[in-house]
């Protein structure tokens, strides 16, 4: 099968991130494998029906299924053609990609030189001759998928953190965010509590107030607090994942909160996760 296909072919040097960048964003990511769902697709800006496998004279559009700046793994059609000719050429092959420009409206295509490092069948077809095949890169990968690749995997892991990061409610944090006060409310079964709220994340929050471990161990409860910027986001329902004794006063407890995360407000993951962006610089 002869694939004929017309193509903008990115120029060495005409790139605009720096060299630098690129290098450090290499280093940095050079063993990560990204997945090419969907999303991924989407946001890299590939040009999922131009990727094509090249053999000699044999060309077959592929999936790109995942890829990292060194190798890549797709899933192609390989009929007894194509096992000759691989055998012919030592494994070497040539993967094109193809990306949506990002200046304009042009696609931005480029031959990687590769080698077929493994091939296996792909379970998930109803067609005979479908396989998994793994190409590592001959050489550096091009400019344009190292940052294509480096920004996603920067927007995921800074999304990450996010998630994991906490804010320890100090005296200026509470200022900062427009907190009334240190007091809040925990309710349980429809009875309240003053509690001092000391930790904020995205999902989850921890506070100190007077009772026993028991009392509040895997309850469901209600955690009240005001911000004054948003008055409507300052209700919190929950599920208390962790009780424990707090110090040497037997009648303080810390519990950590985990939020239902369907009824968490839009405005309230915005809110916190600008905090974050500021304390994780």
Same mark, same amino acid.
């Given at each position: 099968?002869?694939?004929?296909?017309?193509?903008?072919?990115?120029?060495?040097?005409?790139?605009?991130?720096?060299?630098?960048?690129?290098?450090?964003?290499?280093?940095?990511?050079?063993?990560?494998?990204?997945?090419?769902?969907?999303?991924?697709?989407?946001?890299?800006?590939?040009?999922?029906?131009?990727?094509?496998?090249?053999?000699?004279?044999?060309?077959?559009?592929?999936?790109?299924?995942?890829?990292?700046?060194?190798?890549?793994?797709?899933?192609?059609?390989?009929?007894?053609?194509?096992?000759?000719?691989?055998?012919?050429?030592?494994?070497?092959?040539?993967?094109?990609?193809?990306?949506?420009?990002?200046?304009? /409206?042009?696609?931005? &295509?480029?031959?990687?030189?590769? $080698?077929? %490092?493994?091939? @296996?069948?792909?379970?998930?077809?109803?067609? !005979?001759?479908?396989?998994?095949?793994?190409?590592?890169?001959?050489?550096?990968?091009?400019?344009?998928?190292?940052?294509?690749?480096?920004?996603?995997?920067?927007?995921?892991?800074?999304?990450?953190?996010?998630?994991?990061?906490?804010?320890?409610?100090?005296?200026?944090?509470?200022?900062?965010?427009?907190?009334?006060?240190?007091?809040?409310?925990?309710?349980?079964?429809?009875?309240?509590?003053?509690?001092?709220?000391?930790?904020?994340?995205?999902?989850?929050?921890?506070?100190?107030?007077?009772?026993?471990?028991?009392?509040?161990?895997?309850?469901?409860?209600?955690?009240?607090?005001?911000?004054?910027?948003?008055?409507?986001?300052?209700?919190?329902?929950? /599920?208390?994942?962790? &009780?424990?004794?707090?110090?040497? $006063?037997? %009648?303080?407890? @810390?519990?950590?909160?985990?939020?239902?995360? !369907?009824?968490?407000?839009?405005?309230?993951?915005?809110?916190?996760?600008?905090?974050?962006?500021?304390?994780?610089?």
């Amino acid at each position: 099968m002869i694939i004929i296909c017309q193509v903008f072919f990115v120029e060495e040097g005409s790139y605009q991130v720096s060299t630098a960048v690129l290098n450090r964003n290499y280093d940095k990511y050079k063993d990560t494998n990204l997945t090419f769902n969907t999303n991924v697709t989407n946001k890299s800006g590939l040009r999922r029906k131009e990727v094509i496998l090249k053999c000699k004279s044999l060309n077959s559009r592929c999936i790109l299924y995942s890829a990292s700046m060194q190798q890549a793994r797709i899933i192609a059609q390989v009929d007894k053609e194509w096992m000759n000719c691989l055998n012919d050429s030592n494994k070497n092959v040539t993967l094109l990609l193809a990306f949506k420009n990002s200046m304009d /409206t042009s696609t931005v &295509s480029f031959f990687i030189s590769c $080698k077929v %490092e493994d091939f @296996s069948p792909y379970q998930g077809s109803n067609h !005979e001759n479908f396989y998994f095949i793994t190409v590592s890169f001959r050489k550096k990968a091009p400019d344009i998928l190292i940052e294509r690749i480096s920004e996603i995997l920067d927007q995921k892991f800074a999304k990450e953190k996010r998630s994991n990061g906490r804010i320890q409610i100090t005296s200026a944090i509470r200022k900062k965010m427009g907190m009334d006060s240190f007091e809040n409310y925990l309710f349980r079964d429809g009875n309240g509590k003053r509690c001092v709220l000391t930790e904020l994340s995205l999902f989850s929050a921890q506070v100190f107030l007077t009772g026993t471990e028991d009392e509040f161990q895997d309850k469901r409860v209600l955690l009240v607090f005001k911000i004054k910027q948003l008055p409507e986001m300052g209700e919190m329902v929950g /599920t208390v994942v962790r &009780s424990e004794k707090f110090g040497l $006063k037997s %009648e303080i407890v @810390s519990l950590v909160i985990d939020f239902d995360q !369907e009824l968490i407000p839009p405005s309230y993951k915005m809110f916190v996760g600008k905090y974050l962006e500021v304390i994780m610089k």
